[in-house]
């Protein structure tokens, strides 16, 4: 038995060693010479980029990475698949290259003696559509993200790499990045040298529709908001509109009180065509709308918080980061332990910081309050056997696949669920304090220290906790700890401010505009069902009604009562069956199967909508108002 043991030992660790053999780990030393980058961006037919990487090496073995752990989706998801074409050459002569069968990021060549440098070349063929992934070409924009169109050498930590990146355009298009340009030559645009790390955090929007607008006239430190558009009226607009940008900007810095970077450029794209996106990086934030942005503003506000959420995200997630995920370079792991943190406070500022710039009003502000509460009172029966600690581990375990019942499996919830946590500790300093402090003093205690420094500054859960303690003293890790690893409601936060979420028979105007962003008509809190106008089910919430019948998501409702369904016309029988005791009555098309099912439901339509507590004062006017 000892010997089978000793020998079973030896064969992992040459596993182990084989595995891994040919990819040497980051080490902190100087890198000599400059990387250089360069895309040719031009084939926007066939959504073509083509990549040129040339890396400084010495003679002998040479191992090539393609970024795997992407920042901003937490996960190792860096779209390999779509690499294609690689010829590597040292000195114009082509080099056998070799990927490793146990990590298929990474290529490794022999570099020749009087070499100094290999040329690596690659097509990287992007998204034609057809569930391929995000399109990031279209015949009026594209999206050119470096971490996807590069390659870097191992052995050294990634922000020790100084890099230099080229693009060619297409013929005349513009341009937006948070990099510095060197020069332009015609439609070849060369960035100053920056590291590697900064670069990958530095996307490009280009296009031949584009609008700028200055968010902080005269000053020292500038913010645009880089518009491009799938047709020119999509740029056009009001002051107001603008104004409300330049709003926000001024009151994050007020939260903060400082800022870690040297500039900062919102990339907006208002399109139907290319993919949508809402990313963080340190200076900038690859960001998407509707293209009724500004000229439909009334009916396009649900998706305003997205400016606000991103650029949140450059002191919570970009400037300051869970240690865990804190990385040496782009394909060492990451660990998402602390999403509660980087996604769920910046949730919760995303729309307070709406409210206070005035891309929300108050009205809307609660009404995506009482939907986001709703959700963690009851759309969430997942929380009786999942937590949301748990979840933080979502962008590994599912990486936004779409999911059979998501509210029963739970995906990602340390947004809007860490939202709900965050309000609750909102309430508690409050409480603690006699109304004298708040969440305001410690995002400013955390986040808004060393005005310009741009180096990552790492957090732990524990100096999460010593902050909230210099603040307000608390057990506050019990506190955290509770409502992580826990699995009730997380509405506390509600009474707290002064407000109670209570369910009515009409629908407060964010969940109708998320029903008509939808497409559907959401009945989740009454019968457990979404389903659109040609009567296909989206979802059904676990143990609800319509669970108990027998639904799921992927059905077809084809009749309701004896008549040809129609999304109206359920909410109607919903309402009628309050004091029409008989049972709705489903015909349901699932595969080529026609099954009747019976609905015996009789509690009326059910809305969220949040309602002032007597006597209380009301602490979300107060969190809400502008600074």
Same mark, same amino acid.
Do not use: C
């Given at each position: 038995m000892k010997l089978r043991a000793a020998v079973l030992s030896v064969l992992l660790a040459a596993t182990a060693t084989g595995a891994h053999a040919q990819t040497p780990p980051p080490q902190d030393v100087a890198f000599p010479g400059l990387l250089r980058i360069d895309v040719d961006a031009r084939d926007i037919g066939r959504r073509i980029f083509k990549v040129k990487a040339t890396v400084p090496a010495q003679p002998g073995p040479l191992?090539? %990475?393609?970024?795997?752990?992407?920042?901003?989706?937490?996960?190792?998801?860096g779209p390999v698949d779509k690499v294609a074409g690689l010829v590597v050459t040292a000195n114009g002569k082509p080099l056998t290259w070799k990927r490793d069968p146990y990590n298929v990021y990474a290529f490794t060549v022999d570099v020749p003696q009087g070499a100094s440098e290999v040329v690596a070349e690659f097509k990287f063929l992007s998204s034609q559509g057809a569930g391929q992934g995000r399109v990031v070409m279209t015949p009026e924009?594209?999206?050119?993200?470096?971490?996807?169109?590069?390659?870097?050498?191992?052995?050294?930590?990634?922000?020790?790499?100084?890099?230099?990146?080229?693009?060619? !355009?297409?013929?005349?298009?513009a341009y937006a990045t948070a990099l510095d340009t060197e020069r332009r030559d015609g439609d070849t645009v060369v960035f100053k040298p920056i590291s590697y790390d900064h670069l990958v955090d530095s996307p490009l929007y280009a296009g031949r529709h584009y609008q700028q607008f200055d968010l902080d006239p005269g000053a020292k430190v500038p913010v645009h908001l880089n518009v491009f558009a799938d047709d020119a009226k999509s740029l056009v607009a009001k002051p107001e509109q603008v104004q409300a940008h330049r709003a926000l900007v001024q009151q994050i810095y007020k939260l903060y009180g400082a800022r870690h970077f040297d500039r900062y450029e919102f990339l907006l794209a208002l399109t139907d065509k290319l993919g949508g996106i809402g990313l963080e990086h340190q200076r900038s934030s690859e960001n998407s709308g509707d293209t009724g942005y500004f000229t439909e503003w009334d009916k396009t506000w649900l998706g305003r918080d997205l400016l606000p959420h991103e650029f949140n995200h450059s002191w919570n997630g970009k400037y300051r980061r869970g240690a865990d995920l804190t990385t040496a370079n782009f394909n060492v792991p990451m660990g998402d332990s602390l999403l509660w943190l980087y996604e769920g406070q910046t949730q919760?500022?995303?729309?307070?910081?709406?409210?206070?710039?005035? !891309?929300?009003?108050?009205?809307?502000?609660?009404?995506?309050?009482?939907n986001v509460a709703a959700t963690y009172d009851r759309g969430r029966p997942g929380l009786s056997w999942r937590n949301l600690q748990d979840t933080t581990n979502d962008p590994t375990i599912a990486q936004r696949r779409a999911l059979a019942y998501r509210n029963y499996q739970m995906s990602e919830?340390?947004?809007?669920?860490?939202?709900?946590?965050? %309000?609750?500790?909102e309430g508690k300093l409050r409480a603690l304090t006699g109304n004298k402090r708040s969440l305001d003093d410690f995002a400013k205690a955390f986040f808004g220290m060393k005005d310009g420094d741009w180096n990552v500054n790492?957090?732990?859960?524990?100096?999460?906790?010593?902050t909230l303690n210099g603040i307000a003293p608390y057990d506050w890790a019990s506190f955290l700890r509770e409502r992580l690893d826990g699995h009730g409601p997380l509405t506390g936060g509600l009474e707290a401010a002064g407000w109670k979420l209570v369910y009515t028979d009409t629908p407060n105007d964010a969940f109708k505009a998320q029903e008509t962003r939808a497409k559907?008509?959401?009945?989740?809190?009454? !019968?457990?069902?979404?389903?659109?106008?040609?009567?296909?089910?989206?979802?059904?919430?676990?143990?609800?009604?319509?669970?108990?019948?027998?639904?799921?998501?992927?059905?077809?409702?084809?009749?309701?009562?004896?008549?040809?369904?129609?999304?109206?016309?359920?909410?109607?029988?919903?309402t009628a069956a309050k004091t029409d005791k008989a049972p709705l009555t489903l015909l349901v098309k699932n595969f080529d199967?026609?099954?009747?099912?019976?609905?015996?439901?009789?509690?009326?339509?059910?809305?969220?909508?949040?309602?002032?507590?007597?006597?209380?004062?009301?602490? %979300?006017?107060?969190?809400?108002?502008?600074?």
């Open positions: 191992t090539l %990475l393609y970024p795997q752990w992407l920042p901003g989706a937490h996960s190792p998801s924009m594209l999206n050119l993200q470096w971490i996807a169109n590069s390659l870097y050498p191992a052995g050294v930590n990634t922000r020790n790499i100084q890099a230099q990146a080229s693009v060619t !355009l297409p013929p005349g298009w919760f500022w995303g729309h307070v910081l709406s409210a206070r710039s005035g !891309l929300w009003t108050t009205d809307q502000t609660r009404d995506m309050l009482a919830d340390y947004y809007s669920g860490g939202q709900m946590v965050w %309000l609750e500790v790492p957090y732990t859960f524990e100096e999460v906790v010593s559907n008509t959401n009945l989740l809190y009454s !019968l457990g069902l979404a389903v659109n106008d040609a009567g296909a089910i989206s979802d059904v919430l676990w143990d609800s009604p319509a669970f108990n019948a027998g639904l799921s998501p992927g059905m077809t409702v084809l009749a309701l009562n004896g008549r040809v369904f129609k999304g109206e016309d359920l909410k109607d029988a919903v199967h026609i099954d009747t099912v019976k609905l015996d439901y009789h509690g009326g339509l059910q809305y969220p909508k949040l309602e002032r507590i007597a006597g209380k004062p009301d602490r %979300l006017a107060e969190l809400w108002k502008a600074r």
